[in-house]
């Protein structure tokens, strides 16, 4: 068995060799997000990146953004991210040369999460924006923004409840999935229809699925 003070010293060089790495690679492919990872490496060594920027996420944010282009195209004003966690998405979209976004604001029930997507998306500056509130506590009548986007669906009780409060004609891109067994999901749906049934969007652009290996995600692109 390991002692302690080994674990610990072992934690710390593996730390510091992820900080080298993700600034190695972010250096090598001339990367403004990558160099944001590193930064939050470095700086929130706390925060969980590594389940945020895994390739299953990534993977579910990368067919996002593809079918956001194809179903709405690139050009939007201002673009609230909701349940945003470290702002994985909005770096994403920043990255993306088919977008062209006013301003992303990622919001979040969880205070400690703004100061690490501000890191990560520090290279934006003024286009970026991370906030602590309550999805079902914010004006979107007075906000008006252009596209609102939940991938988060699965974390929030009463999904029709919060569509319920936007205004008519919002745009908005949906994400849950059927991973029931993931304890912080507490509102999984079981196929692509529960989740249609549960939304009823007004209008639907894209609706699709991505299988993975452990569980099916699931996206509703629309307005409500
Ligand atoms: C695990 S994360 C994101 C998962 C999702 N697969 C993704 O990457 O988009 C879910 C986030 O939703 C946030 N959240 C849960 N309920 C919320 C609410 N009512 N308002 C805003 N954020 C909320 C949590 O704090 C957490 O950061």
Known sequence: MMDAT??????EDWHERAYDLTRGI????????????ARVVARHPEAEIANAFNHKQVACKMWARDKLFESCGGRF?????LGGWYGVLPAMFFDDARFDMDMIE????D???AAIAETLNRSAGERFKALTSDMYALDYAAAKPDLVINSSCE???DVRGWLDILPEGTRVLLQ???????PSHINCVASLTAFEEMAALREVRFSG????????????IGTV
């Open 77 to 81: 004003g201002r673009v609230w991210v």
């Open 209 to 220: 699925e991505l299988p993975t290996k452990n569980y099916t995600r699931f996206m509703l």
């Open 155 to 157: 974390h929030i009780a």
């Open 6 to 11: 080994r674990t610990d010293r072992l934690a």
């Open 26 to 37: 972010a250096a090598y492919a001339a990367s403004p997000l990558i160099e944001g990872l």
């Open 176 to 182: 849950s999935n059927d991973y029931f067994s993931e």
């Open 111 to 113: 205070p400690d999460v």
């Open 106 to 109: 990622s919001i979040d029930i």
